[in-house]
């Protein structure tokens, strides 16, 4: 599993939320605490919006701690919204292609959890993403493959929705096809203006996500990012978030295939 974490508000360095906090993203990498797997080294990404409509993206494969230029790229950058992935694989391999965030036009995404058998069912995943979209196609794991089928369902007119939808369509691919956990998802993405995110899993173990409300702006986060956990809200599962000018709404993401 991997461990990601988001901020939308007032810009702000990078450096603030993926460094310095006392349990921040790279700390987690290494330490993380509410995770199957404490070790979160298999690549990092971040991706963030500045004057240009669509996201810039550093993504790399060595581990985010070991990489000096995310340190000074993290230092240097200010921006309001922003999107930061750790990767820990369930099976694709390390490369650059398969780090979050992944990316089309105005649209981010990142996610933390896994389809069931995801290897015995990646053809028929290719042959789900619409052709519009598929030269974007650039990795092999499953949740780029959810990101590109949302796309096709109509992301910009329904930003839940079609996640939901392309959500459900890879669960049902590997109930027919794969192993349990059929669905884990965690998972946040952007449009430039709005921050979403939604908790997710077909059986009772959704991987972690919290948020926190400051008067600059909120954080999505996998685990928080310092003691004071009082302050945390723990999005709950089957549920979404549409995150936008300091403000936070919680709405349901529900999946037909729900058990």
Not at 79 to 85: D, E, M, R, S, V
Not at 234 to 239: A, H, I, M, W, Y
Request: aromatic share 10%; proline share 5%; net charge neutral.
């Amino acid at each position: 599993m991997c461990r990601l974490l988001a901020w939308n508000g007032a810009p702000r360095y990078l450096e603030d939320l993926v460094f310095v906090p006392e349990h921040s993203l790279v700390h987690q990498c290494r330490n993380a605490l509410i995770c199957k797997t404490p070790i979160n080294a298999d690549g990092f990404g971040m991706a963030w919006y500045s004057d240009r409509p669509e996201p810039c993206l550093y993504k790399d494969t060595h581990p985010a701690w070991s990489d000096p230029n995310l340190a000074q790229i993290s230092r240097h950058t200010k921006t309001g919204l922003f999107l930061a992935h750790v990767r820990a694989s369930t099976g694709t391999a390390t490369s650059r292609n398969n780090c979050h965030p992944f990316a089309s036009g105005k649209w981010s995404f990142m996610h933390n959890g896994q389809a069931g058998g995801h290897m015995k069912f990646r053809k028929r995943l290719d042959t789900m993403i619409p052709d519009a979209f598929y030269n974007h196609r650039l990795g092999g794991t499953e949740s780029e493959a959810i990101f590109l089928i949302a796309l096709g369902l109509g992301l910009d007119a329904d930003p839940i929705g079609a996640v939901a939808g392309a959500v459900q369509q890879v669960e049902a691919v590997s109930r027919e096809n794969g192993t349990t956990p059929h669905m884990r998802f965690g998972a946040c993405w952007s449009d430039g203006t709005r921050l979403y995110a939604a908790r997710y899993a077909s059986d009772r173990h959704a991987p972690s996500l919290y948020y926190r409300v400051y008067k600059e702006g909120v954080i999505v986060t996998s685990e928080p990012l310092d003691s004071d956990t009082g302050s945390w809200i723990e999005v709950q599962q089957n549920r979404a978030l549409v995150v936008e000018g300091g403000e936070v709404m919680d709405l349901p993401f529900a999946s037909a295939m729900a058990a």
